[in-house]
């Protein structure tokens, strides 16, 4: 496709996600000239997540959000922990709330439609082919036929991150780094979604739900609701899921959406998406260096999502990469030049010193806590045996530590196996 556009701008972003979209939006806003490149046809139309995004970094960005497309305020979270048809769930309800509900599509075309506002050109429906690369430096992109020059581009290409790869700055993603995403929507009317889940009028809740739900895999299931609709699908670790996936992916998020207990909240709705992707699970994902001569990393191919096993934050995170990207080319500007060293000292080192990096990085064990499948098996149904004991009576009723010794022979757990797991648990996460 001829993108019909000068063959030179200030900056290129390659991505039009929430860390593409905000780059361009921030460099537009401080004058630059901007060419923002979109591989789907539309903002927003290549990308998948659950459907939760929290406040607070976009708030720092975008200000007050009065119009973003928001769906629901979460203000109720649940953990859940399913055996078959038997589920123990720990609830948590509050009267505020940190993060929201949407569709990822609708917040990036949000995003977008400002940077066009503010001066910056996007093009979709373009591949980017290759990272052009002159002296060692990155100058430039290449799509089809055409080739666009910048001072420089800003890789915002997601967690697939083929451009980096042929550049050698990147290896193909581990299976032990990524996990499979799979959702569908549920369409329903808004006053049946604000009914069915107990909610006010635009609250929202989030749940997550791990056990047999993904075959006693490590993974977890997901329900979100939004405004007229409700997300449900489940992640898969994906070294664990080809070595121990017996049905095919689609079947469990089926075998989901079709709970006993669960369908009463969506069984009359049409699924009006599926949809899937590669998401990050580990920290080793983030490249050993986010920039290069002429180069900037951000969002999802910069390994920036953060995985505790109870809440998931990605998209925050993209939205803080492309504003400190951003900053930081007005940064090397003022430095003299788009270096390694100069976009090392205005992007990487903030980024690495930021609350958001921190936490990632500090959450390495419990990334790999996330992969202990008897934490998703034995845990989970000693949890969910002991509740059934102590709920489920007949002429007897049990005492507490009567219950935990039955939960513990039906899980095949030794009192010391289930502390040493918890105190690991709580340590990690």
């Avoid at 953990?79 to 009267?95: E, S």
């Avoid at 369908?263 to 994902?285: K, M, Q």
Wanted: hydrophobic residues 45%; neutral net charge.
């Amino acid at each position: 496709m001829e993108m019909n556009q000068p063959s030179r701008f200030d900056a290129i972003v390659v991505g039009a996600g929430p860390a593409g979209a905000t780059a361009a939006l921030k460099l537009a806003e401080k004058g630059y000239k901007v060419l923002l490149l979109e591989r789907g046809r539309g903002a927003g139309s290549k990308q998948v997540f659950g459907g939760r995004v929290y406040a607070e970094l976009l708030r720092r960005v975008f200000g007050d959000l009065k119009d973003a497309p928001i769906h629901r305020w979460v203000k109720r979270e649940a953990l859940m922990l399913a055996d078959g048809d038997r589920l123990v769930a720990v609830a948590y309800w509050t009267a505020n709330s940190t993060s929201f509900t949407t569709y990822l599509g609708q917040l990036t075309s949000w995003i977008v439609e400002r940077a066009v506002n503010a001066g910056a050109v996007f093009v979709d429906e373009v591949r980017v082919d290759r990272l052009l690369v002159r002296d060692g430096r990155v100058v430039g992109i290449e799509a089809g036929p055409d080739r666009v020059e910048a001072d420089v581009v800003i890789d915002a290409e997601g967690v697939n991150r083929l451009l980096l790869e042929r550049l050698g700055l990147v290896a193909k993603p581990k299976p032990a780094h990524v996990a499979l995403g799979v959702k569908e929507v549920i369409r329903l009317s808004e006053k049946a979604v604000t009914e069915r889940f107990g909610l006010e009028d635009g609250e929202g809740l989030a749940w997550v739900i791990v056990g047999s739900v993904t075959d006693y895999l490590p993974g977890g299931a997901f329900v979100y609701t939004n405004k007229d609709s409700v997300s449900v699908g489940l992640v898969l670790h994906l070294d664990a899921a080809v070595r121990g996936l017996r049905a095919h992916v689609h079947e469990l998020v089926e075998r989901l959406r079709l709970h006993p207990l669960l369908r009463r909240y969506w069984g009359d709705g049409d699924v009006v998406e599926y949809s899937a992707h590669l998401t990050i699970e580990s920290p080793e994902f983030i490249p050993k260096s986010l920039v290069h001569d002429g180069l900037i990393v951000v969002g999802d191919a910069a390994g920036l999502l953060l995985s505790t096993g109870l809440t998931v934050r990605g998209v925050d995170y993209a939205v803080f990469s492309g504003f400190l990207a951003a900053e930081a080319v007005d940064c090397a500007r003022k430095e003299g030049g788009f270096t390694r060293d100069v976009l090392s000292a205005c992007y990487e080192q903030p980024l690495r010193r930021s609350a958001v990096y921190r936490d990632i990085v500090r959450r390495k064990r419990a990334s790999k806590l996330m992969k202990d499948e008897r934490l998703f098996r034995d845990a989970v149904r000693f949890a969910v045996k002991a509740a059934s004991t102590i709920y489920e009576l007949g002429e007897e009723t049990p005492k507490l530590a009567e219950a935990l010794e039955e939960a513990e022979r039906a899980a095949r757990l030794s009192k010391l196996s289930l502390a040493l797991m918890l105190i690991r648990l709580v340590r990690g996460l």
